[in-house]
């Protein structure tokens, strides 16, 4: 069992900055990639960036540039730093896993998600 607890949303203006932090605990071993997903309401979920456990990066076309996604191994820590925030980029942000439990198996964990929301 893996858990995902997310923190660092909030609220801030057009061209501002947050820093969201993602940790996992519980059976983390398995863990390869982790990334960010974002929702905004009558959306669908999307991808934000990605990071593998190598640390080979990519990111939506929407952010590359702005935002930064990175890890600590040693802290089983996923960030994302959100630079030159734009209003568009509200939405609930989800720290995502893919973790091997079995040989023949592979599950997706989830975070909570977090709220971040830039006013114009």
């Known amino acids: 069992q893996v858990q995902l607890v997310e923190s660092g949303g909030g609220l801030v203006q057009a061209g501002g900055s947050l820093r969201l932090s993602c940790a996992a605990s519980g059976s983390t071993s398995g863990i390869n990639a982790m990334g960010w997903y974002r929702q905004a309401p009558g959306k669908q979920r999307e991808l934000v960036a990605a990071?593998?456990?190598?640390?080979?990066?990519n990111y939506a076309d929407s952010v590359k540039g702005r935002f930064t996604i990175s890890r600590d191994n040693a802290k089983n820590t996923v960030y994302l730093q959100m630079n030159s925030l734009k209003p568009e980029d509200t939405a609930v942000y989800y720290c995502?896993?893919?973790?091997?439990?079995?040989?023949?198996?592979?599950?997706?964990?989830w975070g909570q998600g977090t709220q971040v929301t830039v006013a114009s």
């Open positions: 990071i593998s456990s190598g640390g080979s990066t």
């Open positions: 995502h896993a893919n973790g091997k439990v079995v040989a023949t198996l592979s599950v997706d964990y």
